[in-house]
């Protein structure tokens, strides 16, 4: 079992940033997973907002946060990074992360951190 642990949540104003971080205690090589950062907030299903590759060369964005927000990975300390800037009212949510745990080239987002909460004020 791998465990995910985000942290880096809190209150922040319109157009302020945020960084979170997910750090992972895992048996198998943290490189070996794809990562992901995902948000929800209550009565909304979970979205996707970033993702990065096992070697941290690929990332990809929600359409909504391009240009604002930040994926990264540092595997040597086995922890993946969200760098949100520009925060608006509408990034309010629980943000989790997710490892890929697919072998065969179809993403499946097999483990999942408890998640941390962002509430950005207008």
């Known amino acids: 079992q791998v465990q995910l642990v985000e942290s880096g949540g809190g209150s922040v104003q319109a157009g302020g940033f945020l960084s979170l971080s997910c750090t992972t205690s895992?048996?198998?090589?943290?490189?070996?997973?794809?990562m992901g950062w995902f948000r929800q907030v209550p009565g909304k299903e979970r979205r996707f907002v970033a993702g990065?590759?096992?070697?941290?060369?690929?990332?990809d964005y929600a359409d909504s946060v391009k240009g604002r927000f930040t994926i990264s990975r540092d595997n040597a300390k086995n922890t993946v990074y969200l760098q949100m800037n520009s925060l608006k009212p509408e990034d309010t949510a629980v943000y989790h992360c997710?490892?890929?745990?697919?072998?065969?080239?179809?993403?499946?987002?097999?483990?999942w951190g408890q998640g941390t909460q962002v509430t950005v004020s207008s």
């Open positions: 895992s048996g198998r090589s943290f490189s070996s997973y794809a």
């Open positions: 990065i590759s096992r070697s941290g060369s690929v990332t």
């Open positions: 997710a490892a890929d745990t697919s072998t065969s080239g179809n993403i499946n987002w097999g483990y």
